[in-house]
């Protein structure tokens, strides 16, 4: 069970502050596939950011079980995400000078997993695997920042656009893929989306407007990712 209570968060200091996070109150339970909606500048990547421990915030807490992880240190935090948490952000942070194998297996490592090369296969990179992230598209990119981040069998995967580099196909394949592990091995999933379709996909559904949530709601049945519009 993730809690959060009364998160406050705020860019700049003065008349320059800029209020993003405006008192948030949720519970995400253990195993649960949340989507969080919302219009650009709603707040939704901050939200993401704060409770996966990313970001601190300005107050409030973010307790997972019994532990509140805003009063960590820095390196405790740390120490936090990479036993717990997966990642998957817009952005790909691959690391050029190593391989798409080795970089799949930077997440697989920290949690002894040496099946690894069967979610690089998964997601359609089998042939790939020698090769540099230069050498990759936008998209197949995308794939790699999948894979090491299922690698590392994380207890909550965190995701921001996910699908948002992937065309319709690999799209599908890759939701399809990371939903089906969801099953299996009982991770939570808060998943950000522009992709109201996606939502369709989710246990619970969060809307979020000018730093706070507007309304929250659940599917009573999920479709599958071949199900959903694109």
């Known amino acids: 069970m993730i809690e959060v209570a009364d998160i406050v968060k705020s860019y700049g200091s003065n008349r320059n502050k800029n209020q993003v996070l405006r008192g948030i109150n949720l519970q995400i339970a253990d195993g649960d596939f949340t989507v969080i909606l919302g219009a650009s500048g709603s707040g939704k990547s901050t939200f993401l950011n704060v409770i996966s421990g990313l970001e601190r915030p300005d107050s409030g807490s973010v307790i997972y079980d019994t532990l509140d992880i805003t009063k960590l240190s820095d390196n405790e935090l740390t120490k936090f995400r990479k036993e717990n948490i997966g990642f998957i952000f817009q952005q790909y942070y691959l690391l050029p000078n190593m391989t798409i194998e080795k970089n799949v297996r930077m997440g697989a490592d920290l949690a002894d997993n040496t099946e690894y090369r069967e ?24 794939r790699v920042s999948i894979a090491r981040a299922l690698a590392k069998k994380p207890r909550i995967l965190f995701l921001d656009e996910p699908t948002g580099a992937l065309d319709e196909q690999t799209g599908r394949q890759v939701l399809n893929y990371i939903c089906k592990l969801h099953k299996e091995l009982g991770f939570a999933i808060v998943m950000v989306t522009h992709n109201q379709n996606i939502a369709e996909m989710a246990n619970t559904v969060i809307r979020m407007n000018s730093g706070k949530i507007a309304d929250i709601y659940t599917n009573e049945t999920q479709k599958t990712a071949y199900e959903i519009g694109w």
Do not use: T
Request: zero cysteines; proline letters at 4%; hydrophobic letters at 30%.
């Open 119 to 142: 979610i690089i296969k998964a997601v359609g990179l089998e042939d790939k695997m020698k090769k540099y992230p230069s050498e990759l598209s936008g998209g197949e990119q995308q």
